[in-house]
């Protein structure tokens, strides 16, 4: 797979691997998995707020207004 980065993003990748001291394959493997779990994570937290909403909806609704 080619990867096809801007300068900049070039750049960043360049002083990540340095910093790091990571071949520039796993710092964005590394990246990769970071993000996937991210996302995993945003989606538990939204899906455990769409259901206490639907149980609780009300009640919030109710106190809000008190």
């Not at 910093?19 to 493997?29: A, T």
């Not at 993000?35 to 639907?54: I, P």
């Not at 009300?58 to 106190?63: C, G, I, S, Y």
């Amino acid at each position: 797979m080619n990867l096809r980065l801007s300068t900049e993003e070039q750049t960043i990748l360049d002083a990540l691997s340095v910093e790091s001291g990571m071949s520039k394959n796993d710092v964005m493997r590394q990246a990769l998995m970071e993000k996937a779990l991210r996302d995993g994570q945003h989606n538990r937290v939204e899906q455990s707020l769409d259901w206490a909403l639907d149980r609780y909806g009300d009640v919030l609704r109710r106190l809000g207004e008190a």
